[in-house]
């Protein structure tokens, strides 16, 4: 009676460790526990699985409730000012990045950064539900302010979690599965995202139905909620918190890497060529408008394109990453130059085939392309980073290229002075740039071993 008894205790950790297996591709006889310690490695399928599941939570949240989908159709059907529903993506990709280095000290200072993460994600749904109220009962042009600083608030958030989740998974995933660890996450988003495209189909031409698009808002709050009960369960190791420094030295300290480390200066000249692969889906949305017949761009149809890209190619890429994320950085830049030359080929098209279905195979390029840049970044840097170092490395980086975001705006400048294909061949351009710089980076261990032997330096 015991023995049955002791077996349906074990029966869910040996269902973890079989789920951790299968996703990870290791297992408890070749367990790799590079670069964390010991307890930790007795915690990685519970600490994966856990991740992974915030990732489908959070991924979902972003895709019902984003500034790039739903934040924009609302404020049009709320008749708020069109300059509104321009600032949603700037403000979002610019409140991420830009405080992040303010922040790095900070959590550098707490032993256990995954409340950091907790807090945000609470942050974030806080201002999806007062999202909901505040598009109910304020005039139209009062609702959209609120919905935009909101906004903001919320993007602010969002940056705080990505300096404390790179710092936790460094700390509780082990090199080698880092990669197929966020490739997990990003392929289960891309399946929810399928199913919120679909979701968008169906609903998105009942522009008079507010209920719809309040209650996607609703969910990707509830869901925001979920990923931050998650995320609180995974298991974190105290980290060292000494050498926390405001956000003055913490720049300085940035800039001082950036000068001494050639692989860490080579890795943000590629980030910043990338960043074009990032912020380019909304143009080629654009273009797609321009070329395909009125009414003839499903904007649903484009979302499941991009979730069909990060379904296929997550694994891949994720895989690929764990090998060399150097590598993955250069092909998502060909391949994003791949999906310009793409839309340009399908803009001489005969007017019959120039369809959203046809124009949804650049979509799954550049989705390819974007899903790998992401991944391919986020895996250098966890990988190069030096423990001690690796907030300021994240912060820095990703201040640097919150500044230059908002130059990324000049290509929808460009195509207003000088049209939609000049526009286009700038993507190309840009996007063979980031892979050639991509090239010329070292490889994240490579990269790690210069950091390592400056402080050796610096410690002497």
């Given amino acids: 009676m015991s023995e049955s008894v002791e077996v349906k205790v074990r029966d869910p950790e040996q269902l973890s460790n079989r789920a951790y297996a299968v996703l990870s591709g290791d297992d408890q006889t070749d367990r790799l526990c590079q670069a964390i310690p010991e307890s930790a490695c007795t915690n990685l399928p519970r600490n994966y699985l856990l991740n992974v599941s915030n990732g489908a939570s959070s991924k979902l949240a972003e895709q019902v409730a984003g500034p790039n989908v739903v934040l924009p159709w609302l404020l049009a059907a709320l008749g708020a000012p069109a300059f ?38 609470l942050t974030q749904a806080a201002c999806l539900l007062l999202m909901v109220p505040a598009a109910v009962f304020l005039p139209a042009h009062e609702a959209g302010w609120a919905i935009v600083i909101l906004l903001a608030i919320y993007a602010i958030a969002s940056g705080t979690a990505s300096v404390a989740f790179q710092d936790v998974v460094g700390k509780t995933i082990p090199k080698g599965r880092r990669g197929r660890l966020l490739a997990n996450r990003a392929a289960i988003g891309g399946a929810l995202t399928i199913a919120a495209g679909l979701l968008i189909n169906q609903y998105i031409g009942r522009g008079e139905d507010m209920v719809v698009y309040l209650g996607l808002i609703f969910l990707g709050a509830i869901l925001w909620f979920l990923a931050a009960g998650l995320f609180g369960l995974i298991r974190e190791e105290p980290g060292a918190t000494a050498g ?11 800039l001082r890497l950036l000068r001494e480390l050639s692989g860490y200066r ?9 960043l074009t692969v990032e912020v380019a889906t909304p143009l080629f949305v654009l273009f797609g408008q321009g ?74 390029l550049i989705g390819l392309a974007e899903a790998g840049v992401r991944l391919g970044r986020k895996t250098w840097l966890v990988d190069a980073a030096p423990a001690a170092d690796r907030p300021t490395w994240v912060a820095f980086s990703n201040t640097a290229i919150g500044m230059l975001t908002l130059a990324a705006a000049g290509l929808g400048l460009v195509a207003h002075v000088f049209g939609l294909n000049v526009m286009m061949l700038c993507i190309i351009g840009l996007c063979l740039a980031g892979a050639g710089s991509a090239w010329l980076m070292p490889e994240a261990a490579d990269a790690e071993r210069e950091a390592l032997s400056k402080q050796a330096e610096s410690a002497s």
């Fill in 244 to 254: 926390g420094r405001n956000a003055i030295d913490e720049a300085s300290q940035g």
């Fill in 291 to 364: 070329i395909l017949e009125a009414g003839a761009v499903g904007l649903g149809t484009f979302v499941i394109a991009v979730g069909v890209a990060q379904v296929i190619g997550s694994p891949f890429w994720g895989k690929f990453s764990d090998a060399s994320s150097r590598k993955v950085l250069f092909w998502s830049a060909l391949l994003a130059a791949a999906a310009g030359v793409l839309a340009l080929l399908v803009a001489v098209l005969p007017e019959s085939l120039r369809t959203a279905p046809v124009y949804a195979l650049v979509f799954v």
């Fill in 84 to 121: 509104l529903i321009g600032l949603l993506m700037p403000i979002k990709q610019a409140g991420s990045l830009l405080p992040q280095l303010a922040i790095a000290g900070l959590i550098r200072s707490v032993a256990r950064r995954k409340f950091f993460w907790i807090f945000s994600g």
């Fill in 266 to 274: 080579r890795y943000l000249i590629a980030r910043t060529l990338l």
